[in-house]
Each structure stands twice: as C-alpha cells, then as structure tokens.
C-alpha cells in the first residue's frame, strides 16, 4: 500500500491504496465519485476524462499515485451548489446528451478544449479536438453545439468563477 493525498474537487483528501490503482478507481472506489465513468478500459472512450493539474487526462491511464500532490477536477465538481457550470448548462440546452454515459467525459473534455482554444470554435476544431471521445447515441451533431454554446457562456463568465473552476 501507499499513501496519495491530493485535492479533489477542492477538497483534501488522503488515502492508501494499492500502487496499481487507477485514478479512476481512486475516485469511483474510494472517494464515491461514480460521475467519472470507465467505458473501454482501453483509453479509447473518453468517458473517464477528469482535470488532473488543469489538464484533461484519461484517469483510466493515470495511477492515483501520479496524482499524488495534484489537483482533480472532476465532473461533480464543476456545479456551483445548484448553478451548473456553464458548459453542463449548453449540455442541457443543446441536448448534447442520450443515454448520458459519455456526457461527463464530455463535458469535461469540452472545457478542456475551449481553455486552450478559446471560446471562438468552429465546428470543425470541436469535431476534431473530441478525437478520443466516443458516443454510441447521438452522432455528435448536439454534442458540438452544446460545447460551441458552453464556449460562449464559459467567455462570459467572471475571471473569479473561472478561477474556481
């Protein structure tokens, strides 16, 4: 066993876990953040992208012990209490969803994108930054508006909440 302690969500936390876990288990197993999902076990889905350290990461192919001393950001902690984020209100909106199980992925892979991108996207730079994130249901025409929407309102936002985000 070793010992990782990093922030997740803004939140300290500290535990021992087996040198072979993945972040993803940390979070899932441990802390009961199931909103990070494993869909191929292979880091070909996208649907366990978190923010490690401000950068999207497959937590599928991180260890938690990588983490060690990190920050995460993951799906659950994007909300403000009840005030979405506004990337996961374009989700909403847009209807950049079915069955859900790709969403978080998504949706933390969209704010990844529009951080290094900035919030003028065209369709064509969204389609080809969400190389890597797959969606079974909804052949990724709302997926793109909600994120070219959430880049919109994410430019909007006070410099403060984004800090927080």
Do not use: W
Not at 71 to 81: D, M, N, P, Y
């Amino acid at each position: 066993m070793t010992t990782v302690s990093m922030t997740v969500n803004g939140q300290s936390v500290t535990a021992d876990v087996d040198p072979r876990t993945l972040l993803v288990q940390f979070l899932r197993e441990h802390l009961r953040l199931t909103g990070t999902h494993v869909g191929c076990d292979t880091s070909q889905c996208g649907a366990c992208v978190v923010h490690l350290n401000d950068q999207a990461v497959k937590s599928c192919t991180v260890l938690a012990m990588q983490a060690d001393g990190g920050s995460v950001i993951t799906i659950e902690g994007l909300a403000q209490g009840s005030e979405l984020h506004p990337m996961q209100a374009a989700f909403r909106e847009h209807h950049g969803l079915q069955c859900g199980f790709c969403t978080p992925g998504m949706i933390m892979s969209a704010i990844d994108i529009v951080n290094r991108k900035g919030a003028a996207l065209d369709e064509k730079t969204i389609r080809a930054e969400l190389d890597g994130n797959l969606c079974r249901c909804t052949g990724y025409h709302n997926i793109v508006k909600a994120i070219a929407a959430g880049a919109r309102a994410m430019s909007q936002v006070p410099a403060a909440r984004q800090a927080a985000e």
